[in-house]
């Protein structure tokens, strides 16, 4: 994380030996640096964005219209009017910033509650108080 004094590096990708842990779900990436200041230390941690390449239009949606579930199946509520909601699954391809980015969801355009969406859940499933 950013802090007073923190250093803003660009790398560029280097080819490093293919290495994951599967129990997080991660993948290593290896880049390069420029340390001539000084200011890294070998083997210091810290935090890095990595750009993506997108791949055409894609579906996104605020992160706070995903409820996720017990089985970590991810739903949005659609706004049916009236105050009537339909839940719908979608697939989150990844979490970029406050947003997420679906690979399947509602078609575009259609009102999703945006904030809520769990206590639309437990209304829904009768959980809760």
């Known amino acids: 994380g950013a802090s007073d004094g923190a250093v803003v590096a660009t790398g560029a990708p280097v080819q490093g030996p293919p290495d994951a842990d599967a129990t997080a779900a991660t993948v290593f990436l290896y880049y390069s640096v420029d340390n001539s200041e000084g200011s890294l230390r070998r083997g210091q941690r810290f935090g890095a964005r ?27 509520y659609i706004d049916l009017g009236d105050g009537r909601y339909q839940r719908h699954a ?27 969406a769990v206590e639309l859940y437990g209304t829904e499933f009768g959980v809760g108080k």
């Open 50 to 76: 990595v750009a993506l390449r997108a791949t055409g239009a894609q579906l996104r949606l605020p992160w706070s219209a995903i409820m996720l579930d017990a089985r970590g199946d991810a739903w949005v």
């Open 90 to 116: 979608v697939r989150i391809d990844r979490r970029d910033g406050d947003d997420a980015v679906l690979t399947h969801g509602p078609a575009v355009g259609t009102d999703v509650a945006i904030t809520g």
